[in-house]
């Protein structure tokens, strides 16, 4: 059911020594696979403005506060963006707004026709009061390009894929599996951690599209088991390292979407960003695994781009049938 | 985190013969559990009668067409509803009614104070086009009590399970489980099926009750090696006797959803219903069992039931609010 028109398989073959039993898995980039997706974007944007007379797809990225890490993120998404030919928006409101203000410029941004994709950028830096599930709601669901209102939760929970956004992470984790060229349907597919944002999704989408899936936490009683079992592992617990080599089945593919920061004296900033996974066990048994950096974080950017170049689709499709 | 208050433990322990590893499974008797509910909301609907001059909760069964299935399922329903207390009216719309025409009743409904509660009985029996998806996500989510609308989907797959109403049926299984008092937190449990009305959101209780929990369906590769590693076992596939006992782990909760029909000729009708679990096969190694019928059926009208007192007792403190 995976239906996004997928990129050249342009990862190697792993390289592997059979005589002792010690594999290097591939290593499934995601800057590589986000560029590409990314290109491939550009064109259609360039396309759609030789078509429609100059029409760009439109993004809002709503930010209340000030918060560094969120600034950063913006930053990148803004910067994503402007290589596509995205018309993106930055709106910072102060840390002082209330919720009912912040509810107010989101419905305005609902009924803005240049706006295709609109996000709420979490968490909300606020000195009031502010519910944050109210707000990610109040975005219309067709502007939703996070994915990650309740109606698009629904549908992609109860399998109307096509019917909705899906949400940047686990879509770009869709992608990396794709690029393995590992099918997904039939297969065992075991993914950690239930958040909105990755775990939760990431089962309905390797659901749907026909993985037999387990779906493990922290009240988990066995990990080890479970993640030998594992086809296809896609984790996202947020604690450093915390998936060992020994665990993964041989061959597995292996999707880390942890960003976790662990001290390291050797680096000037004095520390250094690893994924939930132990990277240089895994290596040893999987037989596709993802690097951190540069594997998921840059295909979410990638994604969001996806979603909104999609919904920008959808509007000029709505206003040629008119 | 599952919150229902437990009813009295009212099974007994299974007959159990060690010598020849031959057990018998207790039967968690739906029919029993079922009369217990409505026994306790029907006291409840008094204490709303006597506290609120005459107040009694609103259920709306609304049906296009006449089929005969659908007759049965909401004569049992509107049964259920008066044994309780429940002002249950059923709403038969001709099938040569459009579309538009069961929106505006369903909108209708839902700006009617006096419904708790409104179901569209599926399948539609129409003779024009219906979108079911868009009939049944026009039900208010405040009325939705067989939370089957996207946004109570929505709010169920991410684990808000106290803003949603939950499905019917897996509500029921969930019931039935805690019957058992096996605990459902850090055991392995296996759902057969997905579908909306039972599988998926059997999945999303499971797991939000902190089970380590696997899907499975017509794609999955090894069932019978799935199935033993559930010590909670829901079946909800629609294939007549599918689960056989041999791969059932020893001791599971055995749930079983199925309602099918075959041929047996020494019945007068000619057919009698099994489920989706070979009864006599399972009987033998599961710990818990429910029956077909009499198990996991009446459990769903029961929750309906329980659900229109719970939208009831919202609005009641809604009422008492403002």
Redesign the interface.
Known sequence: MWCFSRLPLRIGHASRRHGDRRFVATVVSGNKTARLVKQRLAQQVEQMQTQFSGFRPGLVVLQVGDRDDSNLYISSKLKAAAEIGINAKHIRLPSCTSEDQVLRAVLALNEDPEVHGLIVQLPLDSEKPMDQ?LITNAVSPLKDVDGL????????????LRDCFLPCTPQGCMELIAQTGVPV????AVVIG?S?IVG?PM??LL?WN????????S???DLPL?VSRADILVVGMGRAEMVRGEWIKEGAVVIDCGINYVPDPSRSSGKRVVGDVHYASANERAGFLTPVPGGVGPMTVAMLMQNTVISAKRSLQDRTRT
Do not use: I, P
Not at 149 to 160: D, T
Not at 210 to 217: D, G, N, S
């Open positions: 599930e209102s309740c109606v698009n939760a629904g549908r992609l929970s109860r399998g109307e349907s039939g297969q065992n239930r909105k939760a089962h309905d659901l026909h993985a037999t899936v387990t779906v493990c936490h009240r988990t009683a479970q």
